[in-house]
């Protein structure tokens, strides 16, 4: 297994002067295909203009990939990014994954909880950069600043589970596993990444670039800590974000029953998907509910290296056909999609349909998509046992799902098709699929139906990375919050919404910046965050200077998604679904015109400083400083 190849890089890179505090000041870069690495240092000014996690990503990407490159191209770089906090005591804190997506075409950022983000920083990296494609399936160790390829045929075709499971019995439990299963071995458009088990870069594809690459897993070890600039300052911070995490009651909801907590109000209002988002409130909710879950399957909390919040919860499968499984818990957004969209109300089979994409590297959000789509293509007749190889497919039916979910991994007949997702699947099939493809600039859509919520529509039709509510989120304050202006924002209303969204936007970019998780979000306030910035790197802002940050960087993925083939005409469009009106919930009879889309996205262009084609206008450009962003620092090779 062992191919002895080795690299000891350069100790100091950064020509002796230091990088911001908080930060190790260089990149890591490996050539799968040239077996080498070296370290780059990071120019200081990128940590201030950009900061790190999310900004430092989009830089990166910009700079390596060579415009127009597919996604499964050798060359798209995939880059783990971390930023200033990450490794600290600052609570919450997730890990970035970036490259080109494979499923839309687009910039990528799929950010990941556990235990590796703090790993890759302690390596003494702010990231690690993969290009190249290796000659046979590989696996890359890297402890500190040594960079290992492994061979990994016996690793090839084993799942997730089992491929941490094996790396760790050989280097032992200290090293971080990020791996991929099946699906993107078989460069599934929707795989994932795992990191280490029940954590994972989920949406946009990134295990297909894993696979594109026949890399199989890293795995992890470092020693060096972070120092920060102002230590009692630093800490008194990370006391303030832990005492607000306390207080915060959304945080304790996390805590008590994860992200499920927040299925009794999407239901309530009819943003909940049920089959195929063809209804918005699911039929027995006290069937599935955070309560429902504790009862059944709850076996202990789960939680992330440093969170107070422990939002995972391990479950212990009790009754059924699949009992005696241990897995991990159902979050919302499987709730969504592979439960109320595929009209599964088993807690226990929604938990071993969670388990089984988990083990075959699906991302569960665009499975129950992809899966709902065919389902509905089944009824409508446009899919039929012929087609599906045998498998009778509807709503409800466990089996035939989950014998579609495995041809979807490996792409075998109809699973062929179904692995390009949602988008790329109706195009394929015609016959007026699009009516119910259920999908935003080509990614699948989430747990938030968006009718009821013209903000989230837009949030939807304007997401850096696809149609994402991790973007923005104005469902928030649409139903019953008032966004920081003090107006309330109604959600069946359009007026004002390109202003909230973009705000929303600009103030989460900034966020990733620093790789926050957004469920600590839901307690620390930004001036906290804006403390343990401060004290750990010295960089001050204050709230205008940090959305600033977040605008820049904003602007930045879009020019980057112009440059790769984006265009609004062909891309900002609702699926036809959202044009029906809300059957149920109290957004009851809510619907998207097509005046209303053109509306929105007028608006928003205004208030982004943007031309009617969605370009960034001169003064842009010039107020953010982008010209001189857009200037290579890191060269391509
Ligand atoms: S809230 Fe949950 S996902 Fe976020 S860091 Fe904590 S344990 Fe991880």
């Given at each position: 297994?062992?191919?002895?190849m080795?690299?000891?890089?350069?100790a100091d890179?950064?020509?002796?002067?230091?990088?911001?505090?908080?930060?190790?000041?260089?990149?890591?870069?490996?050539?799968l295909g040239?077996?080498?690495a070296?370290?780059?240092?990071?120019?200081?000014?990128?940590?201030?203009?950009?900061?790190?996690?999310?900004?430092?990503?989009?830089?990166?990407?910009?700079d390596?990939?060579?415009?127009?490159?597919?996604?499964?191209?050798?060359a798209?770089?995939?880059?783990?990014?971390?930023?200033?906090?990450?490794?600290t005591?600052?609570?919450?804190?997730?890990?970035?994954?970036?490259?080109?997506?494979?499923?839309?075409g687009?910039?990528?950022?799929?950010?990941?909880?556990?235990?590796?983000?703090?790993?890759?920083?302690?390596?003494?990296?702010?990231?690690?950069?993969?290009?190249?494609?290796a000659?046979?399936?590989t696996?890359?160790?890297?402890?500190?600043?040594?960079?290992?390829?492994?061979?990994?045929a016996?690793?090839?075709?084993?799942?997730?589970y089992?491929?941490?499971?094996?790396?760790?019995?050989?280097?032992?439990?200290?090293?971080?596993?990020?791996?991929?299963g099946?699906?993107?071995?078989?460069?599934?458009?929707?795989?994932?990444?795992d990191?280490?088990p029940?954590?994972?870069a989920?949406r946009?594809?990134?295990?297909?670039?894993?696979?594109?690459?026949?890399?199989?897993?890293?795995?992890?070890?470092?020693?060096?800590g972070?120092?920060?600039?102002?230590p009692?300052?630093?800490?008194a911070?990370?006391?303030?974000?832990?005492?607000?995490?306390?207080?915060?009651?959304?945080?304790q909801?996390l805590a008590e029953?994860?992200?499920?907590?927040?299925f009794?109000?999407?239901?309530?209002?009819?943003?909940?998907?049920?089959?195929?988002?063809?209804?918005?409130?699911a039929?027995?909710?006290?069937?599935?509910?955070?309560?429902?879950?504790?009862?059944?399957?709850?076996?202990?909390?789960?939680?992330?290296?440093?969170?107070?919040?422990?939002?995972?919860?391990?479950?212990?499968?009790?009754?059924?056909?699949?009992?005696?499984?241990?897995?991990?818990?159902?979050?919302?957004?499987?709730?969504?999609?592979?439960?109320g969209?595929?009209?599964?109300?088993?807690?226990?089979?929604?938990?071993f349909?969670?388990?089984?994409c988990?083990?075959?590297?699906?991302?569960?959000?665009?499975?129950?998509?992809?899966?709902?789509?065919?389902?509905?293509?089944?009824?409508?007749?446009?899919?039929?046992r012929?087609?599906?190889?045998?498998?009778?497919?509807?709503?409800?039916?466990?089996?035939?799902?989950?014998?579609?979910?495995?041809?979807i991994?490996?792409?075998?007949?109809?699973g062929?098709?179904?692995?390009?997702?949602?988008?790329?699947?109706?195009?394929?099939?015609?016959?007026?699929?699009?009516?119910?493809?259920?999908?935003?600039q080509?990614l699948?859509?989430?747990?938030?139906?968006?009718?009821?919520?013209?903000?989230?529509?837009l949030a939807?039709?304007?997401?850096?990375?696809?149609?994402?509510?991790?973007?923005?989120?104005?469902?928030?304050?649409?139903?019953?919050?008032?966004?920081?202006?003090?107006?309330?924002?109604?959600?069946?209303?359009?007026?004002?919404?390109?202003?909230?969204?973009?705000?929303?936007?600009?103030?989460?970019?900034?966020?990733y910046?620093?790789?926050?998780?957004?469920?600590?979000?839901?307690g620390?306030s930004?001036e906290?965050?804006?403390?343990?910035?401060?004290?750990?790197?010295g960089?001050?802002?204050?709230?205008?200077?940090?959305?600033?940050?977040?605008?820049?960087?904003?602007?930045?993925?879009?020019l980057?998604?112009?440059?790769?083939?984006?265009?609004?005409?062909?891309?900002?469009?609702?699926?036809?679904?959202?044009?029906?009106?809300?059957?149920?919930?109290l957004?009851?009879?809510?619907?998207?015109?097509?005046?209303?889309?053109?509306?929105l996205?007028?608006?928003?262009?205004i208030?982004?400083?943007?031309?009617?084609?969605?370009?960034?206008?001169?003064?842009?450009?010039?107020?953010?400083?982008?010209?001189?962003?857009?200037?290579?620092?890191?060269?391509?090779?």
């Amino acid at each position: 297994m062992r191919d002895g190849m080795s690299y000891k890089g350069i100790a100091d890179c950064n020509g002796g002067e230091p990088a911001m505090k908080g930060n190790m000041g260089q990149i890591l870069r490996i050539d799968l295909g040239l077996k080498t690495a070296r370290q780059e240092p990071i120019p200081k000014d990128l940590y201030s203009s950009l900061i790190g996690g999310k900004g430092l990503g989009i830089k990166i990407l910009m700079d390596l990939l060579p415009p127009g490159t597919d996604a499964l191209d050798p060359a798209n770089p995939l880059i783990f990014v971390t930023g200033p906090l990450t490794g600290t005591l600052a609570p919450s804190m997730r890990g970035c994954l970036v490259a080109k997506a494979p499923l839309t075409g687009m910039f990528d950022d799929s950010y990941f909880g556990g235990h590796l983000n703090q790993e890759i920083k302690y390596t003494g990296h702010d990231a690690v950069v993969i290009t190249g494609k290796a000659p046979l399936p590989t696996y890359l160790i890297i402890t500190d600043d040594k960079v290992e390829f492994r061979e990994a045929a016996g690793l090839w075709g084993r799942d997730t589970y089992e491929t941490c499971d094996a790396i760790k019995a050989e280097l032992g439990e200290s090293y971080r596993v990020a791996c991929i299963g099946p699906a993107g071995e078989n460069l599934v458009k929707f795989a994932l990444v795992d990191c280490e088990p029940h954590r994972h870069a989920g949406r946009g594809g990134l295990g297909a670039v894993f696979g594109a690459k026949n890399l199989k897993a890293v795995a992890v070890k470092g020693t060096n800590g972070v120092v920060v600039e102002d230590p009692a300052g630093f800490l008194a911070a990370v006391d303030k974000a832990n005492a607000e995490l306390m207080a915060s009651t959304a945080t304790q909801d996390l805590a008590e029953y994860s992200s499920v907590s927040l299925f009794p109000f999407a239901n309530e209002f009819g943003f909940f998907p049920v089959r195929n988002f063809s209804d918005g409130t699911a039929a027995k909710p006290e069937a599935i509910d955070g309560k429902a879950h504790t009862a059944r399957l709850w076996m202990r909390h789960w939680a992330c290296a440093g969170c107070p919040i422990h939002c995972g919860k391990m479950s212990y499968i009790r009754r059924g056909p699949y009992a005696g499984t241990i897995c991990d818990n159902v979050e919302y957004e499987t709730v969504g999609l592979i439960g109320g969209n595929l009209d599964i109300s088993s807690l226990e089979t929604m938990s071993f349909i969670n388990q089984t994409c988990d083990k075959l590297g699906l991302d569960t959000i665009s499975t129950g998509g992809v899966v709902g789509f065919a389902i509905e293509a089944f009824i409508k007749g446009i899919l039929d046992r012929d087609t599906t190889g045998g498998i009778k497919l509807s709503f409800g039916e466990p089996k035939g799902i989950i014998q579609l979910i495995r041809k979807i991994a490996f792409r075998e007949g109809i699973g062929d098709i179904l692995a390009d997702g949602v988008a790329a699947a109706a195009a394929k099939l015609g016959r007026d699929t699009e009516e119910f493809a259920c999908q935003i600039q080509g990614l699948e859509t989430p747990a938030w139906g968006p009718r009821g919520s013209a903000g989230m529509g837009l949030a939807y039709l304007t997401g850096d990375r696809g149609g994402c509510h991790q973007r923005a989120f104005p469902i928030g304050f649409e139903t019953g919050g008032s966004w920081p202006k003090g107006e309330m924002a109604d959600g069946r209303r359009t007026e004002g919404k390109g202003e909230l969204v973009a705000w929303e936007q600009n103030l989460l970019a900034a966020l990733y910046s620093l790789t926050i998780c957004e469920f600590g979000r839901s307690g620390i306030s930004t001036e906290t965050y804006l403390e343990l910035l401060a004290a750990a790197t010295g960089l001050s802002l204050d709230e205008r200077g940090f959305l600033l940050v977040g605008e820049r960087i904003w602007n930045l993925i879009r020019l980057f998604n112009l440059r790769e083939g984006w265009s609004q005409e062909k891309s900002a469009r609702l699926p036809a679904r959202f044009k029906d009106p809300l059957p149920s919930g109290l957004m009851k009879g809510h619907k998207f015109t097509d005046e209303e889309v053109v509306e929105l996205i007028g608006q928003y262009n205004i208030a982004r400083g943007w031309d009617k084609t969605g370009r960034p206008e001169q003064a842009t450009m010039e107020y953010l400083g982008l010209q001189e962003l857009q200037k290579p620092v890191f060269p391509r090779e």
